[in-house]
């Protein structure tokens, strides 16, 4: 065994998250948010922030391995910057940097839409129930805990009595992309409004003005404030539709409402695939208990279900006298335009319960670059987390413009697309004044791989 090969390279798939990144746009819009230099030493600062993003999809954890994997991929990728180079590049994003960068990824967003709806099957809709919500575009508001291991700027307790970081996010529930997300100390509150409503307008700062005419909200519990309802209810206009779905804490007033509900108050709960479930209920609550203060139209839903083990616990008097789980739900639709059906309390609930698919959100984030945040400084933790959030947005783009027919890849964990696309080796070859990678030709996922780029590659230029 020796370790004198040439033109290996271990980890191929970083060709197609670069390569989406040209073919849409970003490279050269991160360009232009930053002086080009002269010197051969000169690192462009939208290579260096976009190989870090990659990077951190292939799986690094820190600068350090970050620097090491771009320092594999120079033969295809050309020169990679530095440790240090990336952590001056982080250290330098303040508030106006990062705002920059937002509406850099917003118009690349728009064009990336664009080509969406070309693609075979159009724009990604949503399907509940047995219903497609075309037209309408749902955000995915959701908190988690980032653990830290040491003492960093802003590490705190949080409120599951660990150390860390609390940050709060914004997802697209049709594409999966990462609209916002906000870096928080770990005691940051999980209902403060103010967080909200800034991870709120980050979120719709990132939609096409194209696709802002219906949008749906959902969030949890934690969303359930006058402030918050108070300003989505604002939000509509003339041209603009937003409906929300919150959960809601339920109290001694919302218990004996329940109680009131008669027995053919209740209507069986549906599935995710439309078919009911007889053996548990959800009613209308709206009407049946005094709330001031609330936004006029807004109603309530109630839920029960059979507790779980982990649920006995923590039942309520009423809930252990009845035996049954209750949750409640408040939103403000009526109707969706477009939706037959969209205003029966059934279809509503399964709506709401299809918001718990931003767990998977936030295990993908976790899996790229966000179990632990690599610096002491705070600001440097915050332009990680936008280069993972970039990073997030690279692998769902390749997903939907290339690998949207392959079914065992279009929602594949990030383990299993490294272990599958990404981290595939290849030997890299030149002939006839030509570059080419060679990937083994008896790997299952082979054709996939080539696929996906000549699809990138085939993609019309910006304009």
Not at 423 to 433: E, N, S, T
């Amino acid at each position: 065994m020796t370790a004198d090969g040439r033109g290996l390279v271990g980890h191929a798939g970083a060709v197609l998250l670069h390569r989406v990144a040209d073919r849409v746009g970003l490279t050269v819009a991160l360009q232009r948010l930053w002086p080009a230099g002269g010197s051969a030493t000169w690192r462009n600062r939208a290579h260096v922030l976009l190989g870090l993003a990659s990077a951190i999809v292939l799986g690094a954890t820190n600068l350090s391995e970050a620097e090491q994997l771009q320092a594999h991929h120079q033969a295809i990728l050309g020169p990679a910057g530095s440790d240090s180079t990336a952590h001056r590049l982080l250290a330098g994003m303040d508030e106006r940097e990062l705002g920059r960068i937002a509406r850099a990824r917003a118009r690349v967003r728009r064009h990336l839409w664009s080509l969406l709806a070309l693609r075979p099957g159009g724009f990604p809709w949503l399907a509940v129930a047995g219903k497609v919500l075309t037209g309408w575009i749902v955000i995915d508001i959701d908190a988690t805990v980032i653990l830290a291991s040491s003492k960093k700027e802003g590490a705190a307790a949080t409120f599951k009595k660990t150390f860390g970081f609390h940050p709060l996010a914004a997802w697209c529930a049709n594409t999966q992309e990462s609209l916002a997300m906000l870096l928080r100390p770990g005691n940051a509150g999980s209902n403060t409004v103010a967080d909200h409503l800034a991870v709120l307008a980050d979120a719709l700062g990132q939609i096409p003005d194209s696709s802002r005419a219906k949008i749906l909200v959902r969030v949890d519990g934690a969303g359930a404030t006058h402030e918050l309802l108070e300003h989505l209810e604002k939000l509509n206009t003339a041209r603009r539709t937003v409906r929300y779905l919150t959960g809601w804490t339920i109290t001694a007033d919302d218990e004996q409402a329940i109680a009131h509900l008669p027995e053919r108050a209740w209507d069986a709960l549906l599935e995710q695939d439309g078919t009911p479930h007889e053996s548990y209920g959800v009613a209308e609550l709206t009407g049946l208990n005094q709330r001031s203060g609330w936004p006029d139209g807004m109603r309530l839903l109630v839920r029960r279900v059979k507790p779980s083990g982990r649920q006995v616990k923590k039942l309520t008097a009423f809930e252990k006298k009845t035996g049954w789980k209750d949750s409640v739900v408040a939103t403000n639709i009526r109707h969706m335009w477009g939706i037959a059906g969209s205003h029966q309390p059934q279809w509503l609930d399964a709506l709401s319960r299809s918001h718990a698919t931003v767990e998977d959100r936030v295990r993908g984030d976790k899996a790229m670059g966000l179990r632990n945040l690599p610096s002491k400084k705070w600001q440097v933790n915050q332009g990680w987390v936008l280069a993972a959030n970039i990073g997030h947005d690279l692998d769902c783009w390749v997903r939907l413009l290339a690998l949207h027919d392959q079914d065992d890849l279009v929602r594949a964990e990030p383990d299993t697309m490294r272990y599958r696309i990404y981290h595939l080796p290849a030997r890299l070859a030149r002939h006839a004044r030509r570059r080419w990678l060679r990937i083994e030709r008896t790997w299952s996922w082979a054709h996939a791989f080539t696929l996906a780029w000549q699809r990138l590659t085939d993609l019309p230029d910006v304009t």
